[in-house]
């Protein structure tokens, strides 16, 4: 995407930011259970109920990095899994 699209014609067009996901939204809940069995968390996910919620929904609008020609690779739970994994491989005293 980088390599094909030149910024200086995005500015003339009035185009300031360019959102780069997949376009599909999940809970902080279903985040979190992808993570915990990612990493093999055994324990019990606490979620404190007295804080506010924040925004309901953090989805992107993918809509115009779709037009150039750009949509993501990498499902969020192989990301994750692939991330998890890089790091252990490279951080000795953490093992999988």
């Known amino acids: 995407m980088m390599q094909n699209i030149d910024a200086k014609n995005l ?3 009035n185009i300031s930011h360019i959102n780069v996901g997949s376009g599909q939204d999940l809970t902080i809940k279903e985040l979190s259970e992808i993570i915990k ?3 093999g968390f055994t324990g019990e996910i ?3 109920n007295t804080k506010p919620d924040g925004m309901l929904q953090k989805l992107l609008d993918v809509k115009r990095i779709n037009q150039m020609g750009w949509t993501y690779k990498t499902p ?3 990301g ?6 890089w790091f252990c491989k ?3 005293n953490i093992r999988i």
């Open 80 to 85: 994750i899994k692939k991330t998890y994994e």
């Open 90 to 92: 490279n951080h000795t």
């Open 37 to 39: 069995n990612i990493v």
């Open 11 to 13: 500015y003339k067009e």
């Open 76 to 78: 969020l739970k192989e």
């Open 46 to 48: 606490i979620y404190d």
